[in-house]
């Protein structure tokens, strides 16, 4: 394992900001820290840097205690949401700042810089002055620059989010080609789920301090531990089910999820794992949001209120009746 986190604990005079957090990352892993606002994501990173004093715990990497290692002695890589970039250079010397930090010799950074900028998508960018980039185009200055000295651990806190939405979407797609294209180690902070599920293999859901669930992507996505940790992940409404036989059924109807023991089921569903349909359940439609792709509705059953789609073209609106069917796409069995 290259890197291992036991017992991290961290207060701020008597409030403990992260509690007991226990995390690992495999070499050439992306790790994505999830988390609402405030539930310690930025703290639990800045601990494992160096950059914050922990309360106790161990921060190791291959097996070796980092306690008296200082920051700048650790190896790693760091990405703020602000790229922090030095404004009075140019984007080769931001770049070959850290190059010159770690002893690179001098007559290396140029083909270093120009490699890295490659990497990066800004190929013939050095001589750019950086208060003349783009937030996007600044970001792959930063991301270059934390590259630069092959950092053994890229750390990387909220680094989209000052993005705006189009942007961000595609840089995220940008750098989880690079991260998996280089094979590189890194810990993602993010709130944004999306961003965790396009760049990590791995997610640990982090609420008020606690690691609440860590694994695959797909597996908390599909499974989250309870009806936090679902709500996080976009469930807005809970159905009660029994499964038998692949099928679950429960009040909204019935819905094939095939990998399920037999028995009581309880399903946490997003929006779209109801949709408007021809047949299935009843209920009468009491807002609708057009977005991007589809109609976001909000739908009045004969017991509870619930989240549901339909295609654009539906053409529903508040007052009309409508038919919901269940969606295995949108359902997470819970617990
Ligand atoms: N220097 C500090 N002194 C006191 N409390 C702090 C300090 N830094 C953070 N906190 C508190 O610790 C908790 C965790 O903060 P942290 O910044 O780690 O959360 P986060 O999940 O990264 O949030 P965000 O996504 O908003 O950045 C919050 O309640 C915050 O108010």
Redesign the pocket.
């Known amino acids: 394992m290259a890197l291992t986190v036991r017992g991290l604990t961290v207060h701020?005079?008597s409030?403990a900001?992260?509690r007991e957090a226990r995390l690992d990352i495999a070499d050439g892993e992306v790790l994505a820290l999830l988390?609402?606002?405030?539930?310690?994501?930025?703290?639990?990173?800045?601990a494992i840097t160096g950059l914050e004093p922990m309360t106790s715990g161990e921060v190791c990497w291959d097996g070796t205690d980092l306690a008296t290692v200082p920051v700048h002695r650790r190896g790693f890589g760091l990405v703020f949401q602000d790229g922090q970039l030095f404004p009075h250079r140019d984007v080769a010397a931001n770049i070959a700042f850290g190059l010159r930090m770690h002893g690179v010799p001098k007559a290396q950074h140029r083909a270093r810089v120009e490699r890295l900028l490659d990497l990066v998508g800004l190929k013939g960018f050095e001589r750019r002055r950086v208060t003349e980039l783009s937030g996007g185009q600044a970001q792959r200055v930063a991301l270059a620059r934390a590259l630069a000295p092959e950092p053994r651990l890229l750390l990387l806190?909220?680094p989209l989010s000052g993005l705006d939405a189009g942007l961000r979407e595609q840089l995220a797609i940008d750098l989880a080609d690079l991260l998996r294209r280089s094979k590189i180690t890194a810990l993602l902070?993010t709130?944004d789920q999306e961003e965790a599920f396009t760049l990590a293999d791995r997610v640990a859901v982090?609420d008020a301090?606690e690691i609440r669930q860590e694994g695959a992507v797909r597996s908390v996505w599909r499974n989250p531990a309870d009806d936090e940790v679902a709500k996080f992940l976009g469930a807005t409404s809970f159905v009660e089910g029994v499964s038998a036989g692949g099928i679950v059924h429960t009040d909204l109807g019935e819905v094939a999820l095939p990998d399920l023991a037999d028995g009581p089921v309880r399903l946490g569903l997003r929006p779209h794992a109801l949709r408007a349909d021809r047949t299935g359940v009843s209920g009468e439609v009491t807002a609708a949001v057009h977005r991007r792709e589809h109609l976001r509705l909000v739908v009045k059953l004969e017991k509870s209120t619930v989240d549901a789609v339909a295609p654009v073209t539906a053409d529903l609106r508040a007052g009309d009746p409508v038919r919901l069917e269940l969606d295995p796409d949108g359902i997470a069995v819970v617990g």
Not at 35 to 46: Q, V, W
């Open positions: 701020y005079g409030f900001a992260v988390g609402p606002s405030g539930s310690g994501k930025s703290t639990l990173l800045r806190d909220e902070v709130h982090l301090g």
